[in-house]
Nanobody, 114 residues
Framework: QVQLVESGGGLVQAGGSLRLSCTAS????????MGWYRQAPGKQRELVAA???????NYADSVKGRFTISRDNAKNMVYLQMNGLKPEDTAVYSC????????WGQGTQVTVSS
């Protein structure tokens, strides 16, 4: 089992930046895929960004060039640097780990004001 705890959400003005962190309860060295997802009110949850063990990344088209996902295996952490935030980025952001199933954190709220 893996417990995930997100932090770093908050309220920011459009154009601003936030850095989300996800701390895992076990070593993420053996977890091949870690991802950030988001769910806005009334919408389905969507993949924002994912990172694999070899460092490969993929991003939703809506965040390419603005968001960067990274991982620190030594600290068991995954990050999401979000720049150029837009009101449409407002959502609950959750961290997920794919390891013998998918594990989720509780989520952190990101609100972008116009």
């Amino acid at each position: 089992q893996v417990q995930l705890v997100e932090s770093g959400g908050g309220l920011v003005q459009a154009g601003g930046s936030l850095r989300l962190s996800c701390t895992a309860s076990k070593s993420i060295f053996s977890i091949n895929r870690m991802g950030w997802y988001r769910q806005a009110p009334g919408k389905q949850r969507e993949l924002v960004a994912a990172i694999f063990g070899g460092g490969q990344t993929n991003y939703a088209d809506s965040v390419k060039g603005r968001f960067t996902i990274s991982r620190d295996n030594a600290k068991n952490m995954v990050y999401l640097q979000m720049n150029g935030l837009k009101p449409e980025d407002t959502a609950v952001y959750s961290c997920a780990a794919d390891w013998e199933g998918r594990y989720w954190g509780q989520g952190t709220q990101v609100t972008v004001s116009s």
